[in-house]
Nanobody
Framework: QLRVVESGGGLVQPGGSLRLSCVVSGFTAEYAAIGWFRQAPGKDLEAVSCISSTVGTNYATSVKGRFTISRDKAKSTVYLQMNSLKPEDTAVYYC?????????????????WGQGTQVTVSA
């Protein structure tokens, strides 16, 4: 069984940057892709980005050009570098492990989820 743990959230001013980390431990053959999702208060879960060795990366339109996903396989860690942050990026960010990294980043492709880390963008 996989364990997924996010970290790196916090409070940042508009225009600032944060880097989120996601560490996956356990039977690593159980996943081929890592995704980031977020949920703002009162809103549905939204896909942000995903990465896999076969596909590469995918991004939601709302974050393309501002967020960058990357991985360090040796550390079993995936990062989400978030630049030019906006108040509308405020949300709980979740990392998830799954089988596929498709263009639409469907939630159903991911089976192991972390507890989330809060990101607040405010002056």
């Amino acid at each position: 069984q996989l364990r997924v743990v996010e970290s790196g959230g916090g409070l940042v001013q508009p225009g600032g940057s944060l880097r989120l980390s996601c560490v996956v431990s356990g039977f690593t053959a159980e996943y081929a892709a890592i995704g980031w999702f977020r949920q703002a208060p009162g809103k549905d879960l939204e896909a942000v980005s995903c990465i896999s060795s076969t596909v590469g990366t995918n991004y939601a339109t709302s974050v393309k050009g501002r967020f960058t996903i990357s991985r360090d396989k040796a550390k079993s860690t995936v990062y989400l570098q978030m630049n030019s942050l906006k108040p509308e990026d405020t949300a709980v960010y979740y990392c998830a492990a799954g089988a596929l990294c498709r263009t639409a980043i469907p939630r159903g492709d991911f089976h192991s989820w972390g507890q989330g880390t809060q990101v607040t963008v405010s002056a």
